[in-house]
């Protein structure tokens, strides 16, 4: 039996924890012991780790950076005496990587899930420091990869690529569009755009809604969702009634309902300046969703341009609107690509097979330097 320590920064609802919980609750517990440590508190994903039985623990980090804060996770990995640490999000490997070191721990596995551009040149630094403590390093796609070794200097050849994914079966069952509508108390026949991220500069939500002012020119009854939370509501609540399409535009929040809602919209959108992936591109697809993205990163290998979605320059408000405006003239095209958004999800990024991928690279690593 294979110890796993997975050390994380917390338990929230990110894209990252999202599928970092998915790969712990679905390891092989017959050949693979999870343990999860928390940086700085647990987080509403917590529910889904004591389900499924997992030992959780927190060390309640405050969010400085503190040669304190490495000596608690140093005792914390000392204590838990695991055979494999996986350091999931920066701040985690920054601390876990160099104390899974110091604390003996055979495989430390770092795990990077975005291409962070906005980086100062000293955190890039501390991040390629860190990861010279790894046994390995992985990438949630070919972008985040390039971008590590590339720009932030890590050892070519040591950052193997594993896809972020999703559990597909969470959008077998979902309603009807119209079911969907009247539980959410929805209009009917508007249509509905959605977008689900944070509400932060990479996720360009400004050029979301300056691109809205030209869907509503053509298409006057249609609204857009803004599912997410975060520090700019305020600037892009003002924007917002700046533009006077107040009236076509809803902040919901966080919430725990995101495939009831992608099953009530149209069309997904997702206007991020950088993103590693983008996980809830794989779940637009799921639902069967058309996507209208930004060509940045990653999400240039979720989305098949001109086959399940439209790609369009960052920054590019018009160019976005262009792209919903077409696929909303031409619903058939538009139901083609979600079908074919469907069978790709499928095909490329579903957990299961992720699961196994990670599960390779710790009985490769553990056999590499003789662990047992």
Known sequence: MIRVIHL????????????????????????????VLCLYGTGELHGYLSEAGIATHSLHLDRRLKVSGWLRVWRALRRLDAQVLHTHLPESCWYGLPAGWLAGVPVRIGHVQNTHRGWATKVRLLDRAASTFATRMIACSEAVRHFC????????????????AIDIRRFHDVPSRNEARSRLGLPRERPILVSVASLTNQKGHANLLRAMVHVRAAFPGAMLLLVGEGPLQPQLE????????????RFLGARSDVPLILAASDMFLLASLWEGFG??????????????????DGICEVIDDGVTGLLVPPEDSD??????????RDRERAREMGLRARERVGQYFDIDAAVRKVEDLYDEAVRGIGVT
Do not use: C
Request: charged share 20%; glycine share 10%.
């Open 8 to 35: 994380v920064n917390s338990l929230g609802v990110g894209g990252g924890e999202r599928f970092a919980v998915e790969v712990i609750r679905r390891l092989d517990r017959q050949r693979f012991e999870p343990h």
């Open 149 to 164: 070794e590339g720009e932030v200097g890590y050892r070519p050849g040591k950052t193997r690529v594993v896809h972020n």
């Open 238 to 249: 003002h924007l917002t009634a700046t533009l006077s399409i107040s009236d076509a535009v």
């Open 279 to 296: 996980l809830v591109l794989a779940e637009a697809g799921a639902a069967s969703l058309p996507t209208v993205a930004t060509r940045v």
């Open 319 to 328: 160019q976005l609107a262009v792209a919903v405006i077409a696929l909303l």
